[in-house]
C-alpha cells in the first residue's frame, strides 16, 4: 500500500489518568488561588511538567509557568491553561467544595472559588502534556504549554508578555485555548471570527461634601450622586447603542459610607463593559464618562470624577483558516454530532493577546461542562438560563465526560499543527 504522511491519533486519556487528574482536580477545587497570587497552583503546574521531560519556566510574569517539549523538526503549538479563582463564596455542597478565604486585589478580605472551571482548565492541559510527552513517536514538533495567571483581572496574560515571553521562547505556528462552559458535557463550540467579547473595567470615584445625616444642607450627597448616575447608566445600552449592535454595561460594586447617620464625602463605583465592535466600545465609554461627569456637575460636586483602568480584555477573534483546522480535527475525534457551531459569547478572556503579541493566529472554543442528563431536562423545560453558569456561586462541571472530553479537544487541536512522526504503511 502508499505510504503517506499522516499524523496518527494521539491516544486519549487512560482510565488510571483520568482517576489521577480527577484526584489533582479536586484538590485544585478546594484550594484555589486569587488572580496573580496562583503560587501553590503553578508549583503543581510545574512539577508535572518537569516529571514528563519539559523544559520548565517559572515566575513568567509573577507566577506563569512556561513549559517547553522539543521533539524534532516541525511546528510550534501553544497550549494554554488560565489558572486563578474569583473571590466569590462557593455554594456547590460538593464534598471538595472549597472553604478558603484571601485578601483581593483591592485590599478585601473574601471567599475564594474556582466559579470559573479554571481548575478543570488546567487539569485538560496537564493531561494533554503527559500524552503528549509518552507519545513522542507518533508527532514532531514543540509544544508550548502555558499555565496563565490573572485571566480573571485581564493582567496575566500581559504580565507575561510584558515579562518577555515572547523573547524568551519560540515563536508559535498558533495560539490554542479552550474554556469550559454551560453547554451538556461532551459537547465542543466553536466559532470562527469574534468568539467572546471585549471587556473593559473601570473604577469610579464620585466626590462630594461630608456632614451630619441631620444636616443634609451642608452636605453633597455622593450616595444620592452614585445612585442617580447607576439609573441613568442603564440608559447607554437601551438608548445610544443600535439595536443591530450589543453592548453590556454593568455597575458591580457601589460603595459609600460607614455609618447610617453620616453622609459621606465620597462614593465608589466599579463598573464592567462588553462589546464585540471598537466604535460601539468607544461610543459606551464615552457615555459613561460623560454621564458620571455630568452627574457630578449637576450635583454640584467639588471636583470631577476621578477614573481609573481596573482591566482592558481585547475582543477574542479566532482566525478563520485555523479555526476550520481545529474543527476538522476535533469532528474526526469527537463525530459531528458533538462538535457545533455556536453564537459569539459575551463573556471576554486575555488568551487573543497571545497571539498578537507573536503575530500568529489563535483559536478558542468551549466545551460543555453540564451533566448531560440535567441539562437535556432543562432544555426540555425551557430552563437552560437557569442552570448554574460561570461566576455563579453554584458553578462547577460535571466531572465525568468533562474532564476526558476537554484533554481529548486539546489532543486533538494540537495534532491539527503538529508533524507525523513515523509515516502510515
Not at 488561588?33 to 515566575?59: D, F, P
Not at 479552550?178 to 469610579?204: K, N
Request: net charge negative.
Amino acid at each position: 500500500m502508499p505510504r503517506h504522511h499522516a499524523l496518527r491519533a494521539l491516544p486519549g486519556p487512560s482510565p488510571a489518568l483520568l482517576k489521577e487528574l480527577e484526584g489533582v482536580y479536586r484538590d485544585l477545587h478546594a484550594n484555589p488561588e486569587l488572580s496573580m497570587q496562583e503560587k501553590r497552583t503553578s508549583g503543581i503546574a510545574a512539577a508535572w511538567l518537569r516529571h514528563y521531560g519539559y523544559n520548565v519556566t517559572e515566575g513568567v510574569g509573577g507566577t506563569g509557568v512556561v513549559g517547553l517539549l522539543h521533539n524534532g523538526d516541525g511546528p510550534t503549538v501553544l497550549l494554554r491553561a488560565d489558572m486563578d479563582a474569583l473571590p466569590i463564596k462557593e455554594s456547590t455542597g460538593l464534598a471538595y467544595a472549597s472553604d478558603r478565604t484571601g485578601t483581593d486585589r483591592f485590599g478585601q478580605a473574601t471567599s475564594i472559588a474556582h466559579a470559573c472551571g479554571h481548575d478543570m482548565h488546567i487539569v485538560w492541559l496537564m493531561g494533554a502534556t503527559r500524552i503528549l510527552s509518552e507519545n513522542r513517536g507518533v508527532w514532531r514538533g514543540t509544544v508550548m504549554a502555558v499555565f496563565q495567571p490573572g485571566e480573571e483581572t485581564g493582567q496575566g496574560a500581559r504580565a507575561m508578555i510584558e515579562g518577555g515571553m515572547v523573547k524568551r521562547f519560540p515563536k508559535p505556528d498558533v495560539c490554542l485555548g479552550q474554556h469550559v462552559m454551560p453547554l451538556s458535557a461532551g459537547q465542543i463550540g466553536w466559532h470562527i471570527g469574534a468568539m467572546l467579547s471585549a471587556g473593559d473595567s473601570w473604577e469610579v470615584t464620585l466626590f462630594g461634601r461630608g456632614a451630619h445625616g441631620s444636616m443634609p444642607q451642608k452636605s453633597i450627597d455622593p450616595v444620592v450622586m452614585a445612585a442617580s448616575a447607576v439609573m441613568r447608566l442603564q440608559t447607554v445600552v437601551s438608548r445610544e447603542v443600535a439595536m443591530t449592535d450589543s453592548a453590556v454595561v454593568t455597575v458591580g460594586t457601589m460603595q459609600a459610607g460607614t455609618n447610617e447617620n453620616i453622609i459621606p464625602d465620597r462614593a465608589l463605583l466599579r463598573l464592567n463593559v462588553r462589546t464585540f465592535k471598537d466604535e460601539v466600545r468607544t461610543r459606551v465609554l464615552g457615555a459613561i464618562k460623560r454621564i458620571l461627569e455630568a452627574e457630578a456637575e449637576a450635583s454640584g460636586a467639588p471636583k470631577p470624577p476621578a477614573f481609573s483602568v481596573l482591566s482592558e480584555l481585547p475582543l477574542t477573534r479566532n482566525d478563520a483558516a485555523a479555526t476550520r483546522k481545529v474543527v476538522a480535527a476535533l469532528e474526526r475525534r469527537f463525530g459531528g454530532e458533538r462538535v457545533n457551531e455556536v453564537g459569539s459569547a459575551t463573556a471576554s478572556e486575555d488568551f487573543g493577546l497571545f497571539g498578537t503579541a507573536w503575530d500568529v493566529p489563535s483559536v478558542f472554543w468551549v466545551v460543555g461542562g453540564i451533566d448531560p442528563e440535567t441539562y437535556r431536562k432543562a432544555e426540555a423545560a425551557g430552563k437552560v438560563d437557569e442552570l448554574p453558569a460561570n461566576h455563579a456561586p453554584n458553578f462547577a462541571p460535571v466531572i465525568d465526560p468533562t474532564l476526558c472530553t476537554g484533554v481529548e479537544t486539546m489532543l486533538a487541536a494540537a495534532s491539527a499543527w503538529l508533524a507525523p512522526g513515523q509515516p502510515i504503511p
